[in-house]
């Protein structure tokens, strides 16, 4: 028989085991964005002429030998200064881009401070065992980050919850998306594709996050770009608020989505962004009418309906599904929650919908076989 002490023991092992996977997947992730900004620096350096003269290094003769040629040697060097920049307090990384790119990351980003409190529980977890120090304190104070109630205590151990660990990965993904839309439209975004570029990789992750219901990480996100975005277009900017009242609808801020949508000019935009307007605003009768317009009768609309989120209210009503039947001449198909596909994979949607139609119609089938062996048995 198992003592009640050896279940103490092997829960507080249990414990101990998942406190310790926790902080390191909290470094996992750290790493990860780490390597995102290495790789973005380098490509921005690299590939922008004048833009190595940042770089203030010196090397040596010898730490060339290697190098075959020109185009070496310049990667070496940058390579080489950019690896010391990463050893360096992620604090000083973004004084140092803030500084040389001349942007405002650390200016824009909302979570600033949380971002700095992440990265030092994360040098506290890698070079200290976990265990809060003098320095982790001091930082903190030099950074402006409030110790509140408390919370770190020199020689208390960090253990990462659940909740702690989601709250600093969107934290990062915030971080990330605001470098990239920053340095993307600075640096990369020099036509009229480039930008819708940047712009499309931007809103399919808002999407995303809308569709895995992190209203509140894709909030941030669109809020973000809002703020930071000098070469925003008008079509993207629509795209965007309408995102964000699509939001605030699913947080049930009816006040919000009405001040965000009517605080726009609908006046010279195209029918795609006036048709979800009607619907966002519940005016269903007007949203059929567009509905009904030759450039929503196709066979990606017929898919769209399906997976965008933008809809999911609209095509619950029977108003749609009749009219729905009407342009394509067959049922609507109602997807699960669990089809979280974006509109990118249109094949795959396809794909998965057919699916679910063929296995609806084995489904009817098997039933009608059921009732037609039970009405010959009597």
Not at 39 to 48: E, P
Not at 202 to 216: D, G, H, L, S
């Amino acid at each position: 028989m198992v003592t009640f002490t050896a279940l103490i023991e092997k829960t507080t092992q249990l414990e101990i085991i998942r406190n310790t996977l926790s902080n390191s997947m909290l470094v996992t992730i750290v790493s990860y964005f780490d390597n995102f900004l290495l790789r973005t620096l380098k490509n921005i350096i690299l590939s922008k002429e004048g833009l190595i003269e940042l770089i203030e290094n010196k090397i040596e003769y010898q730490d060339l030998t290697y190098c075959t040629n020109m185009e070496e040697v310049k990667r070496y060097y940058v390579d080489n200064y950019l690896s010391e920049l990463m050893r360096d307090t992620h604090y000083k990384q973004i004084k140092w881009i803030d500084k040389s790119f001349k942007t405002e990351i650390e200016k824009s980003l909302k979570c600033f401070k949380d971002f700095l409190l992440l990265m030092e529980l994360r040098n506290i977890i890698v070079h200290n065992d976990s265990k809060i120090n003098k320095h982790f304190l001091n930082n903190l104070k030099n950074y402006g980050i409030k110790n509140e109630e408390k919370k770190y205590i020199e020689g208390n151990e960090i253990y990462i919850n659940v909740d702690t660990f989601n709250k600093y990965l969107n934290v990062l993904i915030q971080a990330a998306s605001n470098i990239f839309n920053i340095l993307g439209n600075k640096y990369f975004a020099k036509s009229y594709k480039d930008c819708e570029r940047i712009e499309y990789e931007i809103n399919e992750n808002i999407i995303n996050y809308i569709n895995k219901e992190e209203y509140i990480l894709a909030k941030e996100l669109i809020e973000n770009v809002l703020i930071t975005s000098k070469k925003i277009s008008q079509s993207y900017k629509f795209i965007l608020n309408i995102n964000l009242a699509l939001i605030y609808k699913n947080l049930k801020n009816t006040k919000k989505v009405k001040e965000i949508l009517n605080d726009l000019d609908w006046s010279n935009c195209n029918n795609e962004y006036k048709y979800a307007k009607e619907i966002l605003f519940e005016n269903y009768t007007e949203a059929i009418k567009y509905m009904h317009m030759e450039e929503f009768i196709n066979e990606d609309y017929k898919y769209f309906y399906m997976v965008w989120p933008l809809f999911k209210w609209f095509t619950k009503t029977k108003n749609f599904k009749n009219n729905y039947k009407k342009i394509f001449k067959e049922e609507y198909v109602e997807v699960k929650p669990s089809l979280k596909i974006t509109v990118r994979e249109l094949d795959k949607i396809k794909r998965e919908i057919e699916k679910m139609k063929i296995k609806s119609e084995t489904v009817k089938q098997k039933d009608t076989n059921k009732k037609l062996k039970i009405a010959a048995k009597s």
